[in-house]
């Protein structure tokens, strides 16, 4: 019988798990491709024929579809590479190093509200659900209408980029192997109640239902961007990205961007000149606060900032339902989408963020842990109306004012009114809403009374925001927008912006399709031009 290698056998489990892991797309990138600035021992300067800022769902496409297109790239990532070997099924492992400030960012306002944002390479899709929904027409229809984006940007435009992502991140429903109790029982309730549901369309390769989303997938089988359009654009061998530098200007001269302008994590200066065009996608809160520092001065950057506020709402079965098991987000409905300005889906906990939802103390929490595996979690996302303002505060801190307008109040309140009830006719024992004025623990219908007349306040609610919108919208008037309808800063030439802050408004869906649709359509345009040009 064969034995191991001695410093195998002497090796921590955890190592010898590392080594027997399969071979994962973050794994071997081309020599160089890769600058860390953690380690980074010098400054540095180089040149590209397009600068993109920040690796998440706008910048990675973007980057690619450009490498693709045969132009030389560098990516500048604020935050770290984790790397698929390197996950941890802990909050605080994923949090300490992928999110924004730990995720303890908020938003200020009459509440202050946790808005969670990724950090990272791949940025915000190393955390996320992977959800992929296109824009609705409607909403699409209301930026030509009310924005003057015209023909410029319309369903039949984004189409052709909505398919190829499908097909480069095998777009799919849930798999009934992957689908889990949590989201297989909201699908049933939501029918019984009359309304549709369906589970989720994700970019998906393969997920086993570890229910990780939230703490990154262990597999690769999510296809965030730091294992699909990071790393595919690294090996057509044209693009470059530098990890850990920090973006402090772009900066312009002679009303034309010429250069990037990062400071590493190790401290050195580093300098990313641009032949052709600097794409910002750092996201709907840095990107204006990065155009602000590069001298923009438009009258609406860092206004119109707009979100979807979402709220979860747990139940206690008498039964398992073990959320530990199966697609984090695999179920969802938009049945009132237009009307009631609401989303439902599901979301399954990992323990350590279950645990802050659960109510009680001493004994009685004690009792309510050790029954986690009968908790299901439910929750809605609020398509709100509210306009917030995008600054940056003491020490660059980016700061966001946003305060939910009584609509989008009253547009919570009977959300979880109807999640609550949701819960109770598929068989809860207890409901756990969440709302100061309300009990923490309700026990039948008749109690609901209390939930739909709860108190208008956002104080009295557990609100979290992660779709952000709009703090340099798009549109044809400098004098109410910062990116006209090509994605190009008003009087800067070759500074364009390609995430969610040039949407007019939010969407009412979950935006990181169209992001990404969006930014590969900016993309393919920039790439003509600069063609364009070069055959004159």
């Given at each position: ?14 190592a ?6 399969p071979?994962?797309?973050d ?18 300067g ?33 935050g770290?590479?984790i ?7 802990d ?40 959800i ?9 229809d ?13 369903t ?18 849930v ?12 699908i049933?309730?939501a ?24 703490t ?16 595919w654009?690294l ?6 990205i530098?990890?850990?530098c ?7 001269r002679?009303a ?30 840095q ?25 979860a ?18 179920a969802?409905s938009?049945?009132?989408?237009e ?20 109510p ?6 004690a009792e ?14 609020i ?9 940056e ?27 609550a ?27 609901l009374?209390?939930l ?6 956002p ?14 919208r ?34 009412g ?11 590969r ?7 003509e031009r ?7």
């Amino acid at each position: 019988m064969a034995t191991l290698p001695r410093d195998a056998r002497e090796a921590p489990p955890e190592a010898l798990r590392l080594a027997a892991a399969p071979a994962f797309p973050d794994d071997a990138l081309p020599e160089g491709a890769v600058v860390d600035g953690e380690t980074l021992a010098s400054s540095r300067g180089e040149s590209f024929d397009v600068v993109v800022v920040g690796s998440g769902a706008a910048g990675a496409v973007a980057a690619h579809a450009l490498a693709s297109a045969g132009f030389e790239v560098a990516i500048v990532e604020e935050g770290p590479w984790i790397k698929t070997r390197e996950v941890r099924s802990d909050v605080h492992s994923t949090f300490s190093r992928a999110m924004r400030l730990r995720g303890m960012q908020v938003l200020q306002g009459r509440a202050y509200m946790p808005m969670l944002q990724g950090r990272c390479v791949g940025g915000s899709t190393l955390v996320n659900s992977a959800i992929a929904w296109r824009a609705p027409e409607d909403v699409v229809d209301d930026w030509a209408a009310r924005f003057g984006l015209g023909d410029a940007i319309t369903t039949r435009a984004l189409e052709p980029h909505y398919a190829a992502l499908e097909a480069d991140l095998s777009v799919r429903e849930v798999a009934p192997e992957a689908m889990g109790e949590n989201n297989r029982l909201f699908i049933e309730q939501a029918k019984k109640q009359g309304f549709a549901a369906a589970p989720m369309r994700r970019y998906d390769r393969g997920c086993t239902g570890s229910g990780m989303c939230i703490t990154a997938c262990p597999t690769a089988a999510k296809q965030g961007m730091s294992v699909t359009y990071v790393p595919w654009a690294l090996r057509l061998g044209r693009a470059r990205i530098f990890t850990s530098c920090r973006v402090e200007e772009v900066e312009i001269r002679g009303a034309r961007a010429v250069a990037v302008v990062a400071r590493s994590e190790s401290g050195h200066r580093v300098v990313l000149h641009a032949r052709h065009a600097v794409l910002v996608a750092a996201s709907t809160v840095q990107t204006p606060n990065i155009l602000r520092r590069s001298g923009v001065r438009s009258a609406a950057l860092g206004r119109h900032f707009q979100a979807h506020p979402g709220l979860a709402i747990g139940g206690l079965f008498d039964r398992p339902i073990n959320m530990a098991f199966g697609a984090t987000q695999g179920a969802e409905s938009v049945h009132f989408r237009e009307t009631e300005r609401f989303k439902l889906e599901t979301i399954s906990l990992p323990p350590d963020l279950a645990a802050a939802r659960i109510p009680g103390v001493g004994a009685e929490l004690a009792e309510r842990l050790s029954q986690l595996g009968n908790v299901a979690v439910w929750a809605a996302q609020i398509r709100a109306e509210a306009e917030g303002t995008v600054r940056e505060g003491f020490r660059g801190v980016d700061r966001v004012r946003f305060t939910m307008t009584e609509n989008d109040m009253r547009a919570a309140r009977k959300a979880c009114t109807l999640i609550a009830r949701m819960m109770f006719e598929a068989g809860a024992r207890e409901v756990w809403p969440g709302v100061f004025g309300v009990p923490s623990v309700l026990r039948s219908t008749d109690e609901l009374k209390l939930l739909a007349e709860a108190p208008l306040d956002p104080r009295s609610y557990s609100f979290i925001a992660t779709h952000l919108f709009g703090a340099a919208r798009m549109g044809r008037d400098p004098r109410a927008s910062v990116v006209d309808t090509d994605f190009r800063v008003h009087g800067v030439d070759g500074l364009h912006v390609v995430d969610s802050s040039v949407f007019p408004t939010n969407l009412g869906v979950n935006p990181q399709h169209t992001i990404m649709a969006m930014s590969r359509l900016a993309s393919h345009r920039l790439a003509e031009r600069i063609r364009r040009r070069q055959a004159a």
